[in-house]
């Protein structure tokens, strides 16, 4: 989480030594207008915004305009990194070797010093000035690691070094590291799995801090989630990718120009030059509401004329007010303020307050759709890298060089529709991603299944593609007959148009005689008998999970209120992952969405990302058969009967066994999947704090 608006503040790190600091370097080669901050792969706020976003549309710069910028004087900025003692880097000679102990640049709350830090991964075939290293902070936790460049990197110059919190780690445990990265195992394990992460996409949250209120949707959760990963060993056999921003181009293929505008503030030029590119607006299903409109029906007139204040619901089902003007010129004179006082090094720091940030949540700040954080100075920028990060994960999955790979990204798309941001959603990820995929590859990629098992309906998702043939889209959620947040998802909305049969919808409800939360059984009957004939028939070239963990047990009744445990999530991964390798040659990629609760959102996401490893790689955490993984092969009856509605539906469009069409049908999974002895399968979720243990290394 963080701490403090790090625009706020700036300090520099004094030299320590009694010696007089050497004279100061001339601009580095690579990165001639760097300020000292992290690269354009880093999380820092003191890097140049605009400059990284009209890098990202405008790519290609001509040798005369590189040549005149290397030859500018030094840039007011750089004066910055005398005080950090940038000396002659060997990064020139690319020396560094994995494992090893440097020191590198990091943020603090309100300072840049120099740290310890060891190179976990390289960035090596790029351009020599696109040169990115991956660095793990000793002493810190993992989610502190980053992408840098090498000119942010040093040998170690003094005896007394900077650790994080925890003090240093073992020599030895990066050794170890060191030697499984260069082994055959270590390079056969990159080249399966990937990961992709950017700590910018942490500077999305309340400007409260959740302070006040704690919000779902915070930086933690990256946070638990990387923790996880480390303390379970994992972290070694990804593949890292780095992230990037999206550009204007790659959202209009599912989002309307004026939304892109809201969150994606934009240059003159751009709005001459895309201002005729917005997308035709897509006709709008019957069935299919927004969840805006849901919570927030429509003031009568009378009310509107004596502008009172309008209440809302939130999705926790507490009241919101919208706030009134005066609050909302509050706050953008604060972020206003707050801008100008940032780094001198940031060019046009300034505020996005987009049309809809109207709603006065319960902590005091301004939210949008009800209870939708955003930061007026970092929720833009994250909600574009955590798009544009899934879309640089797909690229090497689609090309061959990895088979599969698990976005870790922030704030979550499913809820996002092409026009209106809520559910704690600004652009729809996973729709960005496939539509993308669709137009770039369209020799290879013709067909693709997106799979949502996250506990709220998708409903951006379903709207984007209901008229689509060519998008499969199976929503597995939590309904309650329309009565379950964001109220959309029924059985019969089955698409329209061309896409008639391409949208299924296993809503859950539970049972008016027996009412009971749906929980692992429950989940993977539903892929067993739904997910899988259908994909089969189907026949997708790839294969997208929005994969949210709020199903899983430990969340409130307003958030999940389902009991999926850690083994449950493992169970349907190994599922989809063996679909993807018989269908589509293994391209399967899943990305985070929901997950609250961060004890049970850390396990269950790691149980269920370590199915993606080959085979034997982690042998006591992956699942290789489905004998005896289950205490009960009998879905509760609120699902039978959830699955008859389902049935009842999707057998216009796709083919189903006899047996299963049979009225006596009861959904059971193979005899065989029941465990003998039900504690060997059931895993204790322990409601006290969990206490980290001491890991070191990768």
């Known amino acids: 989480m963080v701490a403090s608006d790090p625009v ?3 300090s520099s790190y004094r030299h320590s030594s009694n010696s007089p600091p050497p004279p100061p370097p001339p601009p580095p080669p690579y990165y001639p207008t760097s300020d000292g901050n992290l690269s354009t792969g880093s999380s820092t706020t003191g890097s140049s915004l605009k400059r990284r976003r009209r890098s990202t549309r405008h790519t290609t710069t001509t040798n005369a305009n590189t040549k005149q910028q290397s030859t500018t004087p030094v840039h007011s900025a750089q004066k910055k990194l005398k005080g950090l003692n940038l ?41 020599p000035d696109e040169l990115l290293v991956f660095v793990h902070y000793e002493g810190w936790p993992a989610d502190e690691a980053d992408w840098i460049s090498p000119t ?71 946070s638990a989630i990387l923790q996880a990963f480390h303390t379970n060993r994992m972290l070694r056999y990804f593949g890292r990718i780095h992230a990037r921003e999206i550009t204007t181009q790659e959202l209009l293929r599912v989002h309307t120009f004026q939304h892109v505008r809201n969150y994606y503030p934009l240059d003159d030029d751009d709005n001459n030059n895309d201002s005729n590119e917005e997308r035709p607006k897509r006709k709008r299903p019957l069935k299919v509401t927004s969840i805006a409109a849901l919570l927030n029906p429509v003031v009568e007139e009378q009310q509107q004329q004596q502008q009172q204040p309008r209440v809302m619901r939130g999705v926790s089902g507490g ?17 206003s303020t707050a801008a100008a006082a940032a780094d001198a090094s940031q060019s046009n720091p300034q505020p996005n307050a987009p049309p809809g940030l109207v709603c006065k949540m319960t902590c005091g700040e301004l939210g949008i759709s ?35 790979g698990f976005a870790l990204i922030r704030p979550p798309g499913h809820h996002a529709e092409d026009d209106v941001a ?16 669709l137009d770039k590859y369209p020799t290879k990629i013709k067909k693709i299944l997106i799979i949502d098992w996250d506990i709220h309906h998708g409903n951006g998702t379903q709207k984007i593609f209901y008229d689509n043939p060519n998008v ?16 959309s998802g029924a059985p019969d909305e089955c698409g329209e148009g061309a896409g008639q049969g391409r949208n299924v ?38 294969i997208f999970v929005s994969a949210g963990f709020d199903a899983a047990e430990g969340h409130p009744e307003n958030l999940g209120g389902y009991n999926v445990t850690p083994r449950g999530y493992a169970l349907m991964t190994k599922m989809i992952k063996d679909l993807a390798e018989e269908l589509c040659e293994g391209r399967l990629v899943l990305t985070l969405e929901g997950g609250y609760e961060l004890q049970p959102l850390a396990a269950t996401c790691a149980s269920s990302v370590v199915q993606l490893f080959a085979p034997d790689t982690l042998p006591e955490q992956q699942i290789t058969h489905f004998k005896r993984t289950l205490n009960a092969i009998k879905p509760n009856l609120g699902a039978v009967e959830s699955f008859r509605k389902v049935l009842l539906t999707q057998q216009k469009y796709w083919q189903f066994p006899e047996s299963v069409l049979a009225s006596s049908f009861r959904f059971s999974l193979p005899n065989d999947w029941r465990a003998t002895d039900s504690f060997s399968t059931r895993p204790r979720r322990d409601k006290k704090p969990v206490k980290v243990p001491a890991v070191e290394g990768y």
Not at 172 to 194: I, V
Request: proline share 6%; glycine share 4%.
């Open 8 to 10: 706020l503040k700036t």
């Open 87 to 127: 000396t002659k880097n060997p990064y020139r000679s690319l020396s560094w070797k994995i494992g090893e102990q440097v020191e590198a640049i990091k943020w603090t709350d309100d300072a840049k010093a120099w740290y310890c830090a060891r190179i976990v991964d390289i960035l090596s075939d790029q351009p």
């Open 152 to 222: 942010l990197i040093r040998s170690p110059m003094r005896s007394q070094l900077l650790y994080g919190p925890r003090g240093a780690e073992s020599d030895r445990s990066w050794k170890d590291y060191a030697a499984f990265h260069e082994s055959a195992s270590g390079q056969f394990a990159r080249q399966h799995t990937g990961i992709v992460q950017d700590r910018r996409m942490s500077l999305h949250c309340c400007p409260c801090h959740s302070q006040e209120t704690i919000h779902p949707e915070r930086p933690d959760r990256i």
């Open 319 to 335: 009241v919101i007010v919208q706030a009134d003007r005066e609050h909302i010129q509050q706050q953008h004179r604060r972020f």
């Open 370 to 404: 009800v209870d939708t954080t955003f930061h007026p100075l970092y929720s833009s920028l994250s909600a574009r890298i955590a798009s544009g990060a899934l879309l640089a994960l797909v690229e090497p999955i689609v090309k061959g060089q990895l088979r599969n």
């Open 422 to 437: 809520m559910g704690f959603c600004f652009y729809n990820n996973v729709a960005v991603a496939v539509a993308d995929t």
């Open 472 to 487: 499969l889209y199976i929503s597995i959620h939590r309904w309650d007959n329309g009565k379950f947040y964001p109220f």
């Open 505 to 542: 919808n296993i809503a859950f409800s539970a049972s008016d005689e027996k009412p009971k939360p749906m929980g692992d059984t429950e989940f993977v009957a539903a892929i067993y008998h739904f997910v899988r004939p259908i994909a089969k028939q189907f026949h997708p070239d790839m």
